[in-house]
């Protein structure tokens, strides 16, 4: 992502800057850093598109996925219902239509929990991400000041 290379670029800068005698202060070139700034702000929102296109994708998954799950269960119960109303066929039926809901309800759990998990740890990540550059930028705004 070019944003963490620029990102690493304003950190570099500031880690290599020349520092004023006895204060903890540094020398930087103001227009490279603003022009490193300007570049980031560009960039975010790409990352912010990012964001929402993976909500989007979350939302799509899981609407998928309970879709699949519905078709399993009528499935089900259309297989039950074309049998032939035999006692022993229509138990083992039964026995067998319960086993593939409980299945499907499961793999829908799953695929949901799995689905919700890893768009939130991706949220997680961009947000970590956004707020460390926003904590950069606010740090370097107040060291240009």
């Not at 800057?17 to 022009?35: A, H, Q, R």
């Not at 994708?57 to 035999?86: T, W």
């Not at 947000?127 to 550059?133: F, G, I, R, S, Y």
């Amino acid at each position: 992502m070019e944003l963490f290379t620029l990102l690493e670029t304003l950190e570099e800068m500031l880690e290599n800057s020349k520092t004023v005698p006895f204060s903890g202060k540094s020398i930087v070139e103001k227009e490279e850093i603003l022009d490193i700034i300007k570049e980031i702000r560009l960039k975010l929102p790409d990352e912010l598109k990012q964001a929402k296109w993976i909500k989007e994708e979350r939302g799509r998954i899981l609407v998928e996925a309970q879709k699949e799950a519905d078709d399993i269960v009528k499935e089900a119960e259309n297989r039950i219902i074309s049998m032939i109303d035999e006692h022993e066929i229509t138990r083992k039926a039964y026995e067998q239509k319960a086993h593939i809901i409980e299945t499907a309800n499961e793999m829908s759990r799953e695929i949901s929990k799995g689905t919700k998990d890893y768009a939130d740890n991706l949220l997680e990540k961009i947000e970590v991400v956004l707020e460390d550059a926003l904590k950069t930028v606010q740090n370097n705004r107040k060291e240009l000041k």
